[in-house]
């Protein structure tokens, strides 16, 4: 008797162990346990003590397993945020010019470490981007545009003041307070923690800068309270290297300063934003500048006022000048109303401003010339502006690949782009400097107030592969998975080797059920996440429309954009790609669709034709999705239960999406090609009619939805 209470005991004991040790995604990439006090190697510092080289030592104290470090800022160490280690065999010597540089190191360090790597010789590095930036779409009131991992951690209105929600487990940072009951001062405490942890998983990437809220920015946004606000997160952020940014609405000095206009050219106007930079730079000694998105999807903006673009950014840039500030310009404009090829306005409206922009303006272009689609080609302005820096932008949330339900791994698709641009005859300078210049690289974050961060434990993975891409984009997808798989979830070489391979295929696999050879946005009408091909009701604007992108015909599939017969985008691009791209025959068969309105019965380079290679390139996505969803299964033993599942969830959803899309494609696009099925491809799930009548109205949809889907 008294045994069997003995041996209850114990397993009750055991549960709680386990129960203890249960994960839930809060902790990222950063799960080394901590060091018992006794346990703590010797740590010495050199230079100035400031708080980050504080925060250095901290973290070798609680986490390095290993000799002594000596952490040293010096005259003659890297600059640009650079660092060496070595061993020389008494202590790991960390040394930089500056205490950020040596707080990366420590970083990195400490990454070798959980991924079992020695130290062999001198580990020299200096990242490749000034400004590695994240971009968060967060609203004032909490909510996130195209977040899809709760709401936000910086923002909330009365209603959404941090609840249980936000709670997480934040191991590295200390917890000011465990929000039990909800005085406001606690709560206070507990977003602080949720900051630092932010800051510090950034910094862990080499991530340097952030800017707080959405591009479709509200004017309050400059107004006293949110830049309180503003001042307390860069208070958090700082010691761990990262400036804010903020983004603002072009009208603030009518919407919030009382004037009667935003002119650019008024002096008044002028004389507003001069006195708002000079108060932000007061709260703020190094806040970084302002993002902004004018003229662009109803945003006010300098034409507005019959001013062009670099009226509006030079003013801004004017007012930041003085503090070291700058303005990043997103080029992410089409006109209002519907005008040439969607695809060919952005160098339209930019190029004709080449070398008109003050020192401190960057142009932020994103990756493709339409909008962050599962593939695009390079955006031509990224290769046409000479004499401008520019900087490309990224979404690391899954607007248009899947959400947080599908694991799309993206670092190939960024790679993609950095690729390309390296044209010999383009004039990509967004990774070199022109002049004294900064350069810049962007990426729209995944992050909300979910426990694990990105709404799915898989997606951190592009949050992670962002920043040490903004870090270093030569690393290969492999190595960069390979980091985040074994820091994240386990350092099996099995489950390494086999989740690395499925990572790597992810992005190419996604585009091959949603959006093979070249088609884009034919996503469906209310959201961005499932396919609608069909959707055109009357009164839309066409460009907002997937016919307009897709053209099916009864001869063909795709859009002109050749010069001889079509829209003449391809003559944006430099002749060794124009080249490439015009000609039917030596476009990359990955983009026909997106240069070329191609027949039916064309031969593709296989010897099929177009449209049996369309169906069995999106049979092949399926097949390669539901790849996924088996090789996850077989991962059960290595991974802790609790993330093994709701990936599981997330991997199956994603294989039955993937023939949502096949057969919704497939089978619509079959209206037009009148052509038969070809052989391998499996017989349809749905039917075209059913998934006609379906209509998926939430917007921001999230897991917990998974079930309503088709
Ligand atoms: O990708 C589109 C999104 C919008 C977004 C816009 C932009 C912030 O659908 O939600 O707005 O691009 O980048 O400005």
Redesign the pocket.
Known sequence: MMKRKYAVLALILLLCCFEAKAEDGSRLWLRTEKNAQQEQPKVKMSGKKDATLRLACDEIHQYWKGKSVVLTVKKNGKTRDGFDIFDDSRAVRIESASSLGVLYGAYTLLRMQAMGQPIQGTISETPCYDIRILNH?DNPNGTV??GFAGRSIFWHDALSAPSGRTRRAVDGVTSASTPQDNAPQKQDDHLVTIWKAYARANASIGINATVLN???AKPLMLGDEKLQETKRIADVLRPYGIKVYLSVNFASPKAIGGLSTADPLDPDVRRWWKEKANDIYRMIPDFGGFLV?AN??GEPGPMDYGRSHVDGANMLAEALAPHGGIVMW?A?VYSAKEGSDRAAQAVEEFMPYDGQFAENVIIQI?NGPV??QPREPISPLLLAMKQTQTMIEV?ITQ?YLGESVHSVFLAPMWKECFDVAKAPDGFANFDKHIGNRKTAFAGVANIGDSRNWCGSDMAQANWYAFGRLAWNPDLSNEQIAREFLSQTFSTNPVFVTEMTHVLCQSRESCVKYMMPLGLHHIFAGNH?YGPEPWYAPKGVRADWLPPYYHKADANGLGFDRTVETGSGATKQYPPSLYNKYNDLNSCPENLLLWFHHVAWNHRMHSGKTLWDMLCLTYEEGVREAEAFADTWRNMKQYVDADRWEALMKRYDRQARDAWWWRDACVLYFQTFSKLPLPDGFRPAKFKLDDLKRYRLVMDNYTAADMDKLP
């Open positions: 779409w545009e195209r959405n591009v479709n998105k662009s999807e997103r992410f994103k909008d962050f979404q607007e961005h």
